[in-house]
């Protein structure tokens, strides 16, 4: 592709022509999240802990491999093949640089998107990379690398430059290529101050713009995508920056309680006028840009159906959370792979088990006896006492690997080569109804 995507009014074009963009995530590849990889806690400490317990050369066999064989020109082919034209590639700052070494860029991001970007140049998809998780944390939660619930970036303005140095480091060396559709700033805020937000918003923009005047940049709104009011107007100065939304029908009422769709509930139609009501403070039809949908999903195929329907009607452009993974996946490793095999273990198991139960009876006293001390938003503390679950299991889990499984880690990692996954054909051919018309 030698022409760069643009932004006219509400259109994407490509050589001056509208363009629907429709895609899938990379997720669980440059940021590794627990429920995907079917390890807990977060990517920073599964790693180090798998290190320690495993050691060195053990670590570099499952994770340079699981690196190596996540996404690959196979799996590009089989993207374009379902009517895919660009990916979200998520990835977490840690690929380039270390909290010691602040400033001091490593090429290991560099490494893995040039993998990405290849692949999907052969096969004509674009590639939108999308900052994930920020030096600092943005969020409380663990796609954003927090550990114990910390979020410091909106605290602390060094964090918040290291952020736009990165984004400039990272449009220098893609600010001639086309393939690359765009830089989404930060996926999932979740600020607590909108001067701040805002402020950090503009940085970036800047330092992308002070190497790169020709792609695209996605803004996320605040609060994980959910406040479109949350970005201000001033962005929208530059002409190719478009908002983002993420949207979850699960996180909506009744949509976390319903068993069919559509369907009557509590004297109210659930159908596809009621989906389209939970996007309300997400999207704003009036406003002179394109959307983007960076995440969305659901198991309801009919849900799932009717959301992509929704995107196509109001021209939002889409990717879905996620192509690879253990679940919520287009496709995922086979039952008979060595990792999946490992899952199913009785005692990795009772480990998952054990900790869905007792964490869930913690939180639930926890809820009981907070009110006692206040009447405020308590989400921030249960998510801490997750994490702390997550502290407690990890290590079992690992010193389980290493006494049973550690003879095949490269095994265990190529089990999410595309070979060796299973696809979801259901979900696969609402894909093909929308990627192929």
Request: hydrophobic fraction near 40%; aromatic fraction near 14%.
């Amino acid at each position: 592709m030698s022409s760069f995507l643009s932004i006219h009014g509400q259109s994407v074009t490509l050589d001056d022509k509208p363009l629907m963009l429709r895609g899938v995530n990379i997720g669980n590849w440059m940021l590794i999240e627990h429920f995907m990889i079917g390890l807990p806690w977060t990517e920073y400490k599964m790693r180090r802990h798998f290190k320690e317990i495993l050691g060195e050369e053990a670590y570099h066999r499952f994770f340079d491999t699981y690196m190596e064989c996540f996404f690959t020109d196979a799996d590009a082919k089989f993207l374009a093949d379902t009517g895919v034209n660009y990916i979200r590639l998520p990835f977490n700052y840690r690929h380039f640089e270390d909290d010691l070494k602040p400033g001091h860029f490593k090429t290991d991001g560099f490494k893995y998107f040039d993998q990405a970007i290849s692949a999907c140049r052969k096969h004509g998809i674009y590639v939108l990379l999308d900052l994930h998780a920020a030096a600092g944390v943005q969020a409380r939660d663990w796609n954003a690398e927090s550990v114990y619930g910390e979020a410091f970036l909106w605290d602390h303005p060094h964090f918040r430059q290291r952020t736009a140095d990165l984004w400039k480091h990272i449009a220098r060396r893609y600010k001639e290529d086309p393939q690359v559709m765009g830089y989404e700033i930060l996926n999932e805020p979740l600020s607590p101050d909108l001067d701040s937000f805002h402020a950090f918003n503009m940085a970036c923009i800047k330092a992308i713009r002070e190497e790169d005047t020709r792609h695209i940049i996605v803004v996320e709104s605040n609060e994980w995508g959910k406040k479109i009011a949350t970005l201000r107007p001033e962005i929208y100065e530059d002409a190719l920056v478009m908002p983002s939304l993420h949207h979850y029908p699960r996180q909506f009422k009744p949509f976390d309680r319903i068993t069919e769709y559509p369907c009557d509930f509590e004297g109210r139609r659930i159908d596809r006028t009621a989906l389209f009501d939970t996007m309300k403070d997400a999207y704003d039809p009036s406003l002179d840009r394109p959307f983007f949908c960076g995440e969305f999903n659901h198991g309801n195929l009919a849900v799932f159906d009717d959301l992509l329907s929704i995107f196509e009607e109001h021209r939002v452009h889409w990717t879905m959370w996620s192509y690879k993974s253990l679940m919520m996946g287009l496709v995922s490793p086979a039952e008979t792979t060595p990792w999946k095999k490992f899952q199913a273990d009785e005692k990795v198991r009772a480990a998952r088990e054990g900790f869905n139960k007792y964490s869930a009876g913690f939180v639930e006293e926890l809820k009981k006896n907070v009110a006692l001390v206040t009447e405020g938003d308590i989400r921030h503390v249960i998510g801490q006492s997750l994490h702390q679950w997550h502290g407690v299991t990890l290590p079992r889990v690992l010193t389980y690997l290493k006494e049973k499984y550690s003879d095949d880690l490269e095994g265990m990692a190529r089990s999410f080569a595309l070979a060796n996954c299973t696809v979801d054909e259901k979900k696969q051919d609402v894909f093909k109804k929308y990627c192929l018309q």
